[in-house]
């Protein structure tokens, strides 16, 4: 499936990460936007409200994080793509109706342009803690996919990428970027329309006798419809049977938990992204995503002048878990070194598939700006020591 | 010859709309939902929509289980989240009939910035409150309808904060039809419910509950009937009152009635013009 091209805006720009956004959303055939203003997010939405009256796409500002994420929902049942867009105290709100979409299994998009937290901490600053509440926010069991893009190209792309693994597996994708990718200008090349692979929502092509809302295909994932079409389905963030229907039973909720955790899970290794180039005579593994990736590069660079081998994994698609390619590469005991923008993320996670076969150092970093090179150049030298 | 007669079992009208399969329902002995429920399936009917594009959605607690029984595309969503749902619901498919049946606390506490902003923006979905003057669903705690001194789980010495009047808040928070009734009122009930199905833009209908087994027996409301008495002796009719008439207080005369009925743009119709006018300059 292809854009229309009246909409896409073929060609090379030099745009913000914010800007780009946007754009990969228009791309991606999204016609409703549901968003709440915050800093350093809110130029995504002064974007969208202007082009959208030309690319045939609805626009609306709600009166808070709460009703712009649910709204995603509505709009996404009423036959829409939708997407929102916020930064860390709105995620924060947002957490409610994340669950409300991967319980009803809604393909949608949630933006996070991430700033220094906790509370409303560096609203103008760049920060990359949202990471665990990105994988657990919400309560109960679910799981999500969050992509880190690390610029502005890669937003547009990603955001499209979102879109696409949105539909696919029908779960809200999270596209968690920061104030840093989000406001720095870059060359953006939009392709041809023609060149844009687009996921098509998966509605069923059974009779609404034959159609369950939430008997899932081999892949683990169900077919949907929109309202109106006649299906007279329900839809309910209550544990739910097959058919929709509200079943308050441990049997029940087993049935729908594991399926909902399982079809990202077992889905992982066709859902992954990772950057990686690990030559066999590397002595250390540093381990970044999204904007922190841009300082790691520059590091390896500084390291190999002091005669230190890096390699590099970037996981691009951050949740799922890349757990394979930490395993293969702690079999060789190198040690990872994991530079973020937190005071410990997803060093966890590296540390969990390195399984005691290799150490894991943390550069941590409270946020505000990038890391210092010296400061992640200090933890390599002594990570090999 | 004789001729067959057929003599069959006489069906009823409001069963087509329903889930079948799901009765019985959850709701009390004596409980004012299904009255609701009844009233609106019938002004449904006589509205005479294609079944297949009205949409219910509900919020959590008592009330929010009505979108589990109706046989349309039905929604339950997050507490409090029905409105902000059925908006998106309306502006991604402005064809579709989108109906809010919630109650007083999904609504109007958890909820009532999502109700007040969509009455302003005069969004167009008709809301539907049950309100029973309590979270019945947890177990009778005070809401933000309580009235004055009377007895909850977590007021049991009485309430002592004031409550919300709704007609008056959604009047003025801009919706463009407002009445009241109570589960006693079920033919104007059934009435209001129909012309707020009709009306474009924010409709809003409260119908007063009975709780038995919840509110009704902390305050001297033995049973459904007898609050339902109560309701026929105290209810007062007075349409288009003055808004400081809209009375409603704990023990006191209630004023019912259809209170408001204007016009105004739309969002969908006000976003739509100022878009198109856009385009005609833009020459797009």
């Known amino acids: 499936m292809k854009p229309d091209p009246k909409t896409v805006l073929t060609g090379t720009h030099f745009l913000k990460g914010n800007d780009a956004v946007c754009e990969g959303a228009i791309s991606a055939g999204c016609n409703f936007v549901a968003g709440y203003p915050i ?26 994080e709460l009703s712009s994420s649910i709204a ?24 409610e109706n994340i669950g409300y979409a991967a319980m ?76 840093c990718v989000g406001h720095m200008s870059e060359r953006v090349v939009i392709p041809p329309a023609d060149e844009i692979e687009l996921s098509p929502r998966r509605y069923t092509t059974l009779p609404p ?54 079809k990202i899970r077992q889905n992982e290794p066709k859902i992954r992204m990772v950057e990686e180039d690990i030559p066999d005579d590397s002595d250390v593994i540093l381990v ?19 005669g230190i081998k890096a390699g590099i994994i970037r996981p691009i698609v951050v949740w799922p878990f890349p757990e394979e390619v930490f395993r293969k590469a702690a079999k060789k005991s190198r040690p990872f070194v994991v530079v973020e923008m937190n005071m410990g993320q997803i060093v966890y996670e590296v540390e969990r598939c390195a399984a005691g076969q ?28 | ?29 004596g409980c004012g939902i299904g009255t609701a429920l009844n009233a609106f399936i019938r002004a449904l009917d006589e509205a005479g929509f294609e079944p297949d594009k009205v949409c219910v959605v509900s919020g959590i607690g008592c009330t929010g ?127 209001s419910i129909l012309e707020a199905l009709r009306k474009k833009g924010f409709s809003f209908v409260e119908i007063i509950s009975q709780c038995p087994t919840l509110y009704g027996r902390r305050n001297k409301f033995r049973d459904g009937i007898t609050h339902m008495e109560w309701f026929k002796e105290h209810s007062v009719i007075k349409d288009h009152p003055i808004p400081s008439d809209i009375n409603l207080g704990f023990r006191t005369e209630t004023i019912v009635g259809k209170f408001l009925d204007i016009e105004r743009p739309t969002y969908l119709d006000a976003m739509n013009d100022r878009y198109q006018r856009i385009r005609e300059e833009k020459g797009v």
């Open chain 1, 209 to 262: 006798s034959e159609f369950h809302l939430f008997r899932p295909g081999k892949d683990l994932v169900p077919d949907m419809i929109k309202a109106g079409d006649g299906y007279h389905v329900h839809v309910s963030g209550l544990t739910h049977d097959e058919h929709g229907r509200p079943v308050i039973t441990p049997e029940c909720q087993d049935a729908l938990v594991r399926r909902l955790v399982n």
């Open chain 2, 1 to 29: 010859m004789s001729v067959a007669v057929s003599n069959p079992i006489p069906v009823n009208p409001v069963e087509k709309y329903l889930r079948m399969e799901r009765i019985p329902h959850i709701w009390c002995p």
């Open chain 2, 65 to 191: 289980r009505v979108a589990g029984y109706v046989n349309l595309d039905s929604f339950h969503t997050t507490h409090g989240r029905a409105i902000p749902f059925a908006t998106g619901l309306k502006l991604a498919n402005p064809e579709l009939k989108i109906v809010v049946f919630s109650g007083d606390g999904d609504l109007i506490a958890i909820g009532g910035n999502h109700f007040i902003h969509a009455a302003q923006k005069n969004m167009d979905i008709t809301v539907i409150c049950v309100n029973n003057f309590n979270y019945a669903m947890t177990g009778g705690q005070y809401g933000p309808t309580t009235p004055i001194s009377a007895q909850t789980s977590t007021a049991p010495w009485g309430s002592y904060q004031a409550p919300f009047n709704l007609p008056k808040l959604a009047e003025s928070a801009g919706a463009v039809y407002v009445a009241r009734w109570t589960t006693y009122h079920v033919h104007q009930m059934k009435k």
């Open chain 1, 104 to 179: 009803t299994e809604t393909p949608c998009v949630f933006v996070d342009v991430q700033r220094g937290g906790p509370s409303t901490g560096l609203p103008t600053l760049p920060g990359q803690a949202d990471m665990m509440q990105a994988r657990w926010g919400s309560h109960g069991d679910y799981q999500i996919i969050a992509l880190c893009p690390e610029s502005p190209q890669e937003c547009y792309d990603l955001t499209i990428k979102a879109f696409n693994l949105s539909e696919e597996y029908r779960v809200p994708v999270l596209l968690m970027t920061d104030e």
């Open chain 1, 288 to 306: 970044s995503y999204g904007i922190s990736s841009r300082i790691v590069f520059l590091v390896r660079e500084l390291a190999r002048k002091e």
């Open chain 1, 39 to 64: 800093t350093p997010s809110t130029d995504i939405i002064e974007r969208i409200s202007k082009r959208f009256p030309f690319t045939g796409g609805t626009f609306i500002q709600m009166e808070d």
């Open chain 1, 358 to 385: 290799a150490k894991t150092y943390l550069v941590p970093h409270a946020g505000g700006t990038v890391h210092n090179p010296e400061d992640i150049l200090k933890i390599i030298r002594e990570a090999v020591k």
């Open chain 1, 72 to 95: 995603v929902s509505g709009a996404v049942w009423g036959g829409a793509k939708a997407m929102t867009v916020t930064s860390g105290p709105g995620f924060s709100l947002m957490m």
